[in-house]
């Protein structure tokens, strides 16, 4: 059960930096707020619910839905950008919770897999996630900054392609 809690703040975490992210760069839907603001409950209820079941692929999978679901429900367009910061946003909590994992293995000279099963190191995963993927969010929020334009910038494209080869890496190093 403690597990499952931990998932359930930890989505909860993802989804409220999720929505200040995207708040600071593009404009939130004006109209029916209560209404969107269930919604967008709602879905976060529902990542949490599939989240009991902990099969890692549809946590993954679920997890994409809620932030597509979120940014459907919550903002204006242009959704292309928008889709382009959703897949930065959910390449950093990936690589956030893969360091978490890393860290704490590391840390307490252990396998990643004793690390996973153990609810004390689970906790100590979790907060080291947080703590990274707020970390990582705000690292974001930076590098990309606000886009008068509505295309991307050159620097932008260079930071997501970086990001995306610099997780395919860790995930190489670890199956290997």
């Not at 549809?58 to 242009?78: A, D, H, T, V």
């Not at 292309?80 to 978490?100: E, I, Q, R, S």
């Not at 840390?107 to 080291?128: K, P």
Request: charged content about 15%; aromatic content about 14%.
């Amino acid at each position: 059960m403690v597990k499952f809690e931990l998932e359930c703040m930890t989505t909860l975490l993802c989804a409220v930096l999720f929505v200040f992210f995207l708040s600071a760069r593009y404009q939130l839907r004006k109209e029916r707020r209560v209404l969107r603001f269930v919604l967008a409950a709602a879905v976060v209820a529902g990542k949490m619910l599939v989240g009991y079941l902990r099969i890692p692929p549809l946590n993954f999978i679920s997890f994409c839905l809620m932030m597509l679901l979120l940014l459907w429900i919550l903002y204006e367009r242009p959704y292309p950008l928008l889709v382009l910061n959703l897949g930065a946003f959910v390449a950093a909590t990936m690589t956030a919770d893969t360091f978490g994992v890393l860290l704490v293995s590391a840390l307490r000279r252990v396998t990643i897999v004793t690390v996973l099963s153990e609810d004390a190191m689970y906790f100590q995963d979790h907060v080291w996630n947080w703590i990274i993927v707020i970390v990582l969010v705000r690292l974001l929020s930076v590098l990309l900054g606000r886009s008068e334009g509505k295309s991307i910038r050159w620097h932008e494209g260079v930071f997501y392609v970086l990001l995306i080869l610099f997780q395919v890496a860790i995930f190489a190093y670890i199956s290997t």
